[in-house]
């Protein structure tokens, strides 16, 4: 299984970005698929929870209402869409599959994709 995140970079206060998360191997539409980020010395940090089917998704109180996630099942793929970023939005951001939504919440994932880094400059 591999899970093989893009779209990071840098960008300016204000600016939005979107990230994708392209599966590969993986059963997608039975999984639920989160979006995560971490910076040095911190925990990582869960933005994004979405159940199997995508009816339902959880966002922190930190990022709700400027993220939104999404899942193509097609496609195999999530995004992340960023809006009116912040400094403090900078971070290398993952995506992650786990069995269960509330898996994601408490970042007990089975599957991590690698991380793409996002700069937010002032």
């Known amino acids: 299984v591999q899970l093989q995140a893009s779209g990071g970079g840098l960008v300016q206060v204000g600016d939005s970005l979107t990230l994708s998360c392209t599966s590969s191997g993986l059963a997608f539409s039975t999984y639920a698929m989160g979006w995560f980020r971490q910076t040095p010395g911190k925990e990582r940090e869960v933005l994004a929870a979405?159940?199997?089917?995508?009816?339902?998704?959880y966002y922190p109180e930190s990022v709700k209402g400027r993220f939104t996630a999404a899942k193509d099942s097609a496609e195999n793929t999530v995004y992340l869409r960023m809006n009116n970023l912040k400094p403090e939005d900078t971070a290398v951001y993952y995506c992650a599959a786990a069995n269960k939504l509330h898996d994601l919440v408490i970042l007990n994932a089975v599957y991590w994709g690698q991380g793409t880094q996002v700069t937010v400059s002032s």
């Open positions: 979405m159940n199997p089917k995508a009816t339902s998704t």
